[in-house]
């Protein structure tokens, strides 16, 4: 259900639905149904853009498995050291004291871990196998790749046994006449600015440079030290196609033609062109891509690559760098005698190399010798040695281990533990058991510290399998981002990680997938979402929650029906269905938008019956992220308009993108009608995509039939069963609870 039919690309800007048409009118986010989408040339989302002590523990044996030997590592104490970029890192002997390591500790029984296997580590400033006051730790780190996580975290812990050390001193050398002047070096231009939702692409990246029409797009390339009769550049380029129809992408380098990319519909397109060497300039260099198949062929940058010889010459003192075997090389341009030079052709078992710095009229510099193979190398002078992102204490935690159970897990970052405690005393008060989980911790045990949702699903399946009681329900407090490294610089609102699944027609989550352990596209556990920001907003939801249970008086409707024009569906007779289904002591009123007479009045009087508090209120319809139906009869701007505290409603929304709450520019409905602060609702059920109108009345019946079914089910298990009647994978997989599963309707 619910496309616009549209005529142009279409992209997220300010406004309230999560796309707006370039080419053309703005467009809203309903559309027509099943008739209208075999209109629809394009749809896309796309936005412009008091620590412990380390102590000694015993570790896995040699046999262990990463995995088994990162429970380890979690379930002691430790510092966790976090990196972001690809370096020699080096933490000061204070910053480690202040992250909990005991001055007293034995330097020998210091081991350094990270994705479960211990890599070596270099001690500076030890005397009497305690660090002195300038003593520090050192080591090679690697930033993480994934596209959820770009830091990647690191145990420093106190074994029973001696820990690995970086190797000291030079490999043995051959002696090499053969000097290398330049090697081969990748200038790399990649733009990150618009996130494609409709590219339904599995796990690989949505976010991507800028939009390829008839209009030249230019991509800058920096070209430094250029070694010009060295090999002949090669310029790569990628391209991801988006109109369905052949492409035709002109390339040029500094205004000189080099060559045409053709590709089909939404391909990822890549080509290599060998350059000229005098069209390469030392300095910036412009690759521009325009298409040349008219106006309706778009597509958008990916990444340009410019590879090419370049002279052994540091910058900033810092040169990463390849030798190739049998050569050796001398490193110029730096400005201190300080170098350090890793060979780093292991990145989890790196050399320090004896480098001896010479002045010279330009600065200094280091030779290194040959070697019988290619090495991959880093040379920094002490200044450029990197600092972590953070040097914090390992907070033990066990989630894995048998012997523990809960009803109710409550998931959340750690920016609301505290506002949760409520809940959990109430919930507990009410005879549920439950476990409030800090994700970090899920993080820590079940994907190394990387943030990413397979950890969610990992522990949830570590705790139906060992937990007794095993969980019923899941409560993830915290919102969700499509940017959670910040491309947009939009905010860090990546609380707590959804799974991004690929539907009809764009990538978007499924809370549901978390729990999903047979792969049947549904939960298999009754999960709900708070999809807070703020501190602030986490106390407005859960004092909301823990109130609704004070008796209070009865509100004048139990449950208020509305239902959009019938335009490619009927809606009218979906409620009128619906309306059967309620017994006879329910008291129900119905709204439809065809009853005008205009829809300003029918918008007036919509916002008059939810400021009453209905128990329930059911909209069936056309929307988008921001609105119910093309005359917006409910929309975000009316939220804060809501004053119904006393009596807050559930809303099941039979609509799309009312529950799309990944965008961080922009909230969908569902969720600030969660969050508002003076009415609005105690739960709402909504998709997080496109959906086809078809399954829903089955869908929207079932609901209906389980909540006024005499079971005295939650709200949760409601949701949780009613999605099992509908074989839509994309409706079983996208319908998200925002509010607690263990609610139960007033």
Request: glycine content about 8%.
């Amino acid at each position: 259900m619910d496309l616009s039919s549209s005529s142009g690309v279409s992209h997220t800007g300010g406004g309230g639905a999560p796309f707006v048409t370039i080419s053309g009118a703005r467009r809203y986010g309903f559309a027509s149904t099943l008739s209208g989408m075999k209109r629809l040339v394009l749809t896309l989302t796309v936005i412009a853009v008091g620590a412990a002590s380390v102590a000694p523990a015993a570790f896995a044996d040699a046999k262990s498995t990463p995995s088994e030997q990162q429970l380890l590592l979690a379930s002691r104490p430790g510092i966790k050291i976090r990196v972001g970029e690809n370096g020699w890192y080096r933490i000061e002997r204070r910053e480690l004291v202040a992250a909990g390591l005991s001055a007293a500790t034995d330097t020998r029984m210091l081991q350094l871990y990270t994705d479960g296997a211990q890599i070596p580590l270099l001690l500076r400033g030890v005397s009497a196998n305690k660090l002195a006051a300038n003593g520090a730790v050192e080591f090679y780190g690697r930033a993480h790749r994934l596209l959820t996580a770009d830091v990647r975290t690191y145990w420093l812990v106190t074994g029973t046994k001696p820990g690995e050390r970086v190797e000291v001193g030079a490999r043995t050398q051959m002696s090499s006449r053969i000097r290398a002047r330049s090697y081969e070096y990748t200038a790399i231009s990649r733009e990150r600015k618009i996130f494609m939702s409709p590219l339904k692409n599995g796990v690989a990246n949505n976010f991507f440079g800028d939009r390829i029409a008839a209009e030249p797009v230019s991509q800058r390339i920096i070209v430094r030290h250029f070694d010009r009769p060295s090999k002949q550049p090669v310029l790569t380029v990628a391209i991801q196609g988006f109109s369905k129809q052949p492409h035709a992408v002109k390339v040029t380098l500094n205004g000189a033609d080099v060559g045409l990319m053709s590709f089909k519909d939404r391909a990822h397109a890549v080509a290599k062109f060998s350059v000229s060497r005098q069209l390469v300039k030392e300095g910036e260099n412009i690759v521009t891509l325009a298409s040349t198949a008219g106006e309706t062929d778009v597509s958008f940058a990916d990444e340009v690559r410019l590879t090419y010889g370049r002279f052994y010459r540091a910058e900033d003192d810092s040169f990463r760098f390849t030798l190739a075997a049998g050569r050796h090389a001398r490193i110029d341009g730096f400005t201190r005698a300080d170098v350090r030079l890793l060979d780093v052709t292991q990145p989890n078992a790196p050399r320090a190399l004896t480098a001896t710095a010479r002045k010279g009229a330009g600065g200094y510099s280091i030779t290194i010798g040959a070697a019988k193979e290619a090495r991959r190398l880093l040379a920094v002078t002490a200044a450029r040695v990197r600092k972590p992102v953070a040097v914090v204490a390992e907070r033990p935690s066990s989630l894995h281990r048998a012997g523990q159970g809960a009803d109710l897990v409550i998931i959340s970052h750690r920016n609301f533990l505290e506002a949760i405690e409520p809940l959990r005393a109430l919930r507990e008060r009410q005879g549920l058991k439950v476990a409030v989980v800090d994700v970090e911790d899920v993080y820590d045990e079940f994907s190394f510290g990387a943030h990413t949702a397979d950890a969610l699903k990992a522990f949830l399946t570590t705790a139906r399998d060992r937990w007794r009681p095993a969980p019923r329900f899941v409560l993830l407090v915290g919102d969700a981002s499509f940017d959670p490294l910040n491309i947009l610089g939009k905010g860090d609102f990546d609380f707590v990680p959804t799974k991004y699944v690929d539907t009809d027609y764009i990538e978007t989550g499924s809370d549901g997938w978390l729990s999903d352990f047979n792969g049947d596209g549904v939960g298999d556990l009754a999960m709900g979402r708070l999809p807070v920001r703020t501190d602030a907003q986490a106390r407005t939801v859960i004092g909301k929650i823990v109130g609704y249970d004070v008796p209070r008086p009865a509100p004048a409707l139990d449950a208020l029906l509305i239902s959009d024009k019938n335009d490619g569906f009927d809606f009218e007779g979906a409620i009128e269905k619906l309306r059967t289904l309620i017994p006879g002591s329910i008291s129900v009123e119905t709204m439809k938008r065809s009853a005008g007479p205009t829809d300003a009045a029918v918008r007036q009087r919509v916002l008059q019956k939810l400021n009453q508090g209905p128990k329930v209120v059911n909209y069936f319809g056309h929307g988008s992220t921001t609105l119910w139906s093309p005359a917006a009869v409910l929309q975000n701007s009316d939220v804060d308009n809501l004053r119904n505290r006393e009596s807050l409603s559930l809303y099941v929304m039979m609509t799309c993108l009312n529950g799309y709450y990944l965008d961080p520019t922009v909230s969908a409905l569902g969720e600030l009608l969660l969050r508002a602060e003076n009415g609005g609702a105690i739960a709402v059920w909504a998709s997080s995509t496109f959906i086809y109108a078809t399954e829903q009345p089955k869908l929207n019946q079932e609901f209906f039939r389980l909540l006024y079914g005499g079971r005295n089910l939650t709200i949760g298990e409601v949701a949780a069963e009613a999605i099992k009647v509908v074989s839509d994978t994309d409706v079983r997989r996208t319908f998200t609870l925002f509010g607690d599963p263990t609610t139960r309707l007033r």
